[in-house]
């Protein structure tokens, strides 16, 4: 039975509303005052409060803040004979639940108080229904879908991602898990069947090579100053968590692409600056080509180059050369807070952000970070935090008093690897545990993919024995030896380089400053 407060100076001819709420299962205490009120809160727990604005001596604002002061979760009620604005606001601001207007009826009371008392109640019972609703749509959209509807298909996934976890007491995780991962064993198999005619030309998704010249470089012919963001490791759900901190400065826009295979650093973020697929970038620019460099930063130090190559490719010719900036750390963003004046002077500016990248990768190693982001729920939640105290919000804020374009984006996603496949290779095979190169590797086909011809998906050849492999769904590489410690060592880390949703289909952004 829910207990609720009534402080109303006229609460006696209130009777018959009391009389109604308690027979429909309220017990209700009835005060006179302000005072009394706020005294009887501080003796013992309430689920709601219903309080009049117009009381003589302690008015309600002020038994408002009183109340706040000593149970600040207790819902609060305000009943008001003014329509006026101001008063309206200033109870929302001193966080009333909701308010009604006099004169009131039992019914308006009882739905009043419905509304907040069972509002999770309610709301979880209909996100239940909805999610049934969708999961049927899901699977049937799945069937013969296209490029275009497995975009569909996993912004509804990355949706219902954070729907599930609002309503975690629900129990629709385990659900949405499952739907995942039957979505990304039919996602690989059509990924299978159809990358290696994507990047030969026949019609397809947008892929890294396509995001400058789709997104970018339309803006800067028009004259646009353009800021081109690319948060490494940046999944779609990431993208939709952070949105809403952005909407009282942009009008946005946000379109979406593939990332190229491997969906990792070295391969998806060079094509992106370069405009090539990685073949075509070893022969072009064999000498900014590292993809046997030691660690993955150094795979990635010609980004700027590679960049002004593509724009010079394209003819696009700038007032100014370009200022490009990588962000690593917290001394490399707030050095860029200090110079921000000097980005709005300039045409073209590219930044990439490593911080989401880092984190994945750190919590690999660290059981401290293994704690702080279990698993993907958390993971956006930090991503999420971090976003609202990080350098890069704050150029984006910036930017938008500067009349600049924003384009916003990541390089490739990442997935919480759940089962070890085995792998065979030698000594030269690369280190990745969601995709390797190196000469005659073998894997169990049915849980990665292995390109035997390296052209075919226009990657770099090299020795005739050289082949690629992907893993599909949420599985890992593991050697035979030591199968068994290394599957416990990298199971629930975050990966990516392999063929899924989360590490393929990725957000560009269209942020367009509110006038």
């Known amino acids: 039975m829910s207990r609720i407060l009534w402080a109303d100076d006229e609460i006696d001819l209130l009777k018959p509303h009391v009389i109604f709420l308690t027979e429909r299962g309220y017990e209700v205490e009835t005060v006179s005052s302000g005072d009394e009120a706020i005294r009887r809160i501080s003796e013992t727990r309430f689920d709601a409060v219903l309080l009049d604005e117009m009381m003589p001596g302690r008015d309600g604002l002020s038994t408002l803040e009183g109340i706040k002061e000593i149970d600040p979760g207790v ?45 999770d109640k309610i709301e979880s019972s209909q996100v239940a229904k909805d999610y049934l609703e969708e999961f049927n749509r899901i699977r049937a959209l799945a069937h013969g879908a296209s490029w275009k509807e497995w975009i569909d298909i996993h912004r509804r996934l990355s949706r219902w991602d954070i729907e599930v976890e609002r309503f975690r007491n629900i129990g629709l995780g385990q659900t949405q898990e499952d739907i995942r991962r039957e979505m990304n064993s039919a996602f690989a198999r059509y990924v299978e069947s159809e990358y290696a005619g994507w990047v030969h030309g026949k019609k397809g998704p947008p892929l890294s090579p396509h995001v400058v010249d789709k997104h970018v470089l339309p803006l800067l012919e028009a004259g646009q100053r353009v800021f081109f963001i690319v948060v490494d490791c940046m999944r779609l759900d990431h993208w939709m968590a952070i949105e809403k901190l952005l909407e009282p400065y942009f009008d946005m826009r946000t379109d979406y692409y593939y990332s190229i295979l491997p969906s990792a650093t ?24 590292l993809e046997q460099a030691p660690d993955e930063g150094g795979k990635n130090r010609y980004e700027k180059q590679l960049l002004e190559a593509q724009l010079a490719r394209k003819k696009v010719v700038l007032r100014q050369q370009l200022r490009y900036v990588k962000i690593y750390n917290i001394e490399e963003g707030n050095s860029i807070r200090r110079q921000m004046a000097s980005f709005f002077s300039i045409p073209f500016a590219a930044l990439v952000i490593n911080f989401v990248d880092m984190f994945a ?65 030698n000594r030269e095979t690369s280190t990745n545990l969601r995709y390797k190169f190196g000469n005659n590797l073998g894997c169990d086909e049915r849980q990665a993919v292995k390109v035997k011809n390296p052209g075919d998906y226009r990657l770099p050849g090299g020795s005739l024995s050289k082949n690629y492999i992907f893993a599909k769904e949420n599985y890992y590489f593991v050697y035979p030896t030591r199968f068994h410690e290394y599957e416990r060592q990298y199971r629930n880390t975050f990966q990516h380089g392999g063929i899924s949703l989360e590490e393929m289909i990725l957000p560009c952004a269209l942020l367009t400053p509110r006038k």
Request: no cysteine.
């Open 75 to 119: 819902p609060v009620i305000m009943i008001t004979k003014s329509e006026e604005e101001e008063l309206v606001n200033t109870a929302i601001r001193k966080r009333i639940n909701d308010y009604l207007l006099k004169p009131v009826n039992p019914v308006q009371i009882l739905s009043a108080l419905r509304r907040v008392l069972e509002k």
């Open 266 to 289: 070295p391969y998806a973020r060079n094509g992106i600056f370069s405009g090539l697929f990685p073949k075509d970038l070893a022969e072009k620019h064999p000498d900014w080509w």
């Open 361 to 425: 990768h750190g919590r690999s190693e660290s059981e401290i970070l293994r704690e702080l982001a279990p698993d993907e729920a958390a993971f956006r939640s930090v991503m999420t935090s971090w976003f609202q105290h990080s350098a890069l919000f704050e150029i984006l804020r910036a930017a938008a008093s500067q009349d600049a374009r924003v384009v916003l984006t990541s390089d490739h996603g990442s997935i919480l690897g759940k089962k070890a496949t085995t792998v065979y290779g």
